[in-house]
Structures are given as structure tokens and as C-alpha cells.
């Protein structure tokens, strides 16, 4: 099982960037779908999570109404498009999927927290400069 991310880079501060998530080795349709980062020196954050369905979807307080996370299950695919970058945003971006979507995502917030997730992607460096 592999989560690949792609899409990093630079951009200025203001931009925009997708980061896309390809899944192999099995089919993620029933898993909630997430990206994290982390930026120099910092723990890793929560940014976005996406339910299996696609019909429910969770952010970070740093990047709501700024960063859209979407998802492609034909494909194996989750994405996230980060619109008005900041410097802030500067980090590594990882994709993660839990193993099964329970559906709490609307009730309790799930995909927020890292814990949840059973298999991660090695990253993609974004950075934003000013």
C-alpha cells in the first residue's frame, strides 16, 4: 500500500497550489482521506480531512476558507487546493488514510486527530516565500 503526494513547490505569498494524493495497493473509497504538516521546528498540524463518500469534510482552524480538500474515488485520489498561501504555510504536506470511514466525521469530528490514520505518505515540501 502506497500514498504518493505530489503537486509541492514554491510559490509566493498569495498564491495558489493542489497537492494531489495517488493511492495504490488497495482501494481507499471507504477511508477517510486527510492531509497533515509539518513545518520546521513545529509539531505536526492537522490541515484537511474528507469522509469516504466526499460528502463531509473537516479543516484545520489555520487554513478554513483558504485550503478545499476533495477527492477523486474512481482514481484512488484526494487533493487539496491551497488558495492565498502564507509563509505560515510553508511545510512538509503529508496524505493519510485510516482504514475504514465509521461515519463520525459529521458527529465528532473524526480525521482530525493523526491517531486515526493507518497509512501515510512520505510528504511533499511546499514553501511560500514573502
Known amino acids: 500500500v502506497q500514498l504518493q503526494a505530489s503537486g509541492g513547490g514554491l510559490v509566493q505569498a498569495g498564491g495558489s497550489l493542489t497537492l494531489s494524493c495517488a493511492a495504490s495497493?488497495?482501494?481507499?473509497?471507504?477511508?477517510?482521506m486527510g492531509w497533515f504538516r509539518r513545518a520546521p521546528g513545529k509539531d505536526r498540524e492537522f490541515v484537511a480531512a474528507?469522509?469516504?463518500?466526499?460528502?463531509?469534510?473537516v479543516y484545520g482552524d489555520s487554513v478554513k476558507g483558504r485550503f478545499t480538500i476533495s477527492r477523486d474515488n474512481a482514481k484512488n485520489t484526494v487533493y487539496l487546493l491551497m488558495n492565498n498561501l502564507k509563509p505560515d504555510d510553508t511545510a512538509v504536506y503529508y496524505c493519510?488514510?485510516?482504514?475504514?470511514?465509521?461515519?463520525?466525521?459529521?458527529?465528532?469530528?473524526?480525521?482530525?486527530?493523526?491517531?486515526?490514520?493507518?497509512?501515510w505518505g512520505p510528504g511533499t515540501l511546499v514553501t511560500v516565500s514573502s
Open positions: 493519510a488514510a485510516d482504514s475504514e470511514d465509521l461515519g463520525l466525521m459529521r458527529i465528532i469530528g473524526a480525521g482530525k486527530w493523526d491517531i486515526e490514520y493507518d497509512y
Open positions: 495497493g488497495r482501494s481507499f473509497s471507504n477511508s477517510i
Open positions: 474528507i469522509s469516504s463518500s466526499g460528502g463531509d469534510t
